[in-house]
């Protein structure tokens, strides 16, 4: 059973929650669906696949003939000419990956494919877990301060759809027991290092998650508050879970939690 409080902080009914808050957490099986879902957005490294190869490195072996090696004591290693003085060159190596210029031994290659593949069975498994976890005090505490929260799972009426101003939904959340967790979520500090010149200036906090039947009037004055409002079939793992570890903080409205039993 779960209490559905109104915006206000009171109790309006009980109600019984659908069997996905029953699901039995395997952190091994949460953490395997994050990376699965996150390799996604990997950016491929590698070198240029003619990188030390465009500088031809052969020589001709035979006697008497013009850039000959031969009877000239030099190695088997591929060289192209650096200078020369008449018919008298002078050799550097190219190609072999032990000489200067040459290509790389073992380079990354661009046909790596960096997609970890799961099933979807798997997938869905995992979103449950994560869904479940949010319902459990003991692991939401590791990531948020919700010390002056009463209520696991957090749920609220539908009237909470309706804010469209920042400070309205900081007023709500905040008489909601979430005041200590809205002053860190909305901290940030200046990343140290290249990030900053790269369009990640700043560093936030793990944010909050609302999960409403109708995130159309939300959307707009959670995000300035570092929280992201979701319908429920949007859903992902990195939604449910932090970095793959179990105990995201999940607000929810009465109609998503109506939703979920279908």
Do not use: C
């Not at 200590?180 to 290092?193: C, F, L, M, V, W």
């Amino acid at each position: 059973m779960a209490t559905i409080l109104s915006v206000d902080n009171k109790k309006l009914e009980d109600i019984e929650l659908p069997e996905i808050f029953a699901q039995k957490l395997n952190s091994g099986v949460l953490r395997k669906a994050f990376l699965a879902e996150e390799s996604g957005t990997f950016q491929k490294k590698y070198t240029d696949p003619l990188a030390g190869k465009r500088k031809v490195g052969e020589l001709t072996k035979r006697r008497r003939s013009y850039k000959t090696v031969y009877g000239r004591g030099y190695t088997r290693t591929p060289k192209k000419v650096l200078s020369r003085n008449g018919t008298q060159f002078y050799y550097v190596g190219a190609v072999a990956p032990h000489t200067v210029g040459g290509r790389q031994a073992h380079p990354p290659k661009a046909e790596k494919n960096l997609v970890k593949k799961l099933n979807k069975k798997e997938r869905a498994i995992a979103i449950r877990m994560g869904i479940a976890a949010s319902a459990d005090r003991n692991l939401v505490s590791k990531f948020h301060r919700v010390a002056q929260m009463n209520d696991f799972p957090l749920i609220i009426e539908d009237k909470l759809n309706d804010i469209k101003k920042t400070k309205d939904l900081e007023k709500t959340l905040s008489a909601l027991g979430l005041g200590e967790e809205i002053g860190r979520i909305t901290e940030r500090k200046i990343r140290a290092g290249r990030g900053k010149l790269r369009g990640r200036k700043y560093k936030k906090k793990l944010g909050i998650i609302i999960v409403t039947s109708d995130n159309s009037n939300i959307s707009a004055s959670a995000r300035n508050l570092n929280i992201t409002a979701l319908r429920p079939e949007q859903l992902s793992v990195r939604d449910v879970s932090n970095a793959g570890r179990p105990g995201r903080l999940i607000i929810w409205t009465k109609g998503a939690v109506a939703s979920m039993k279908k």
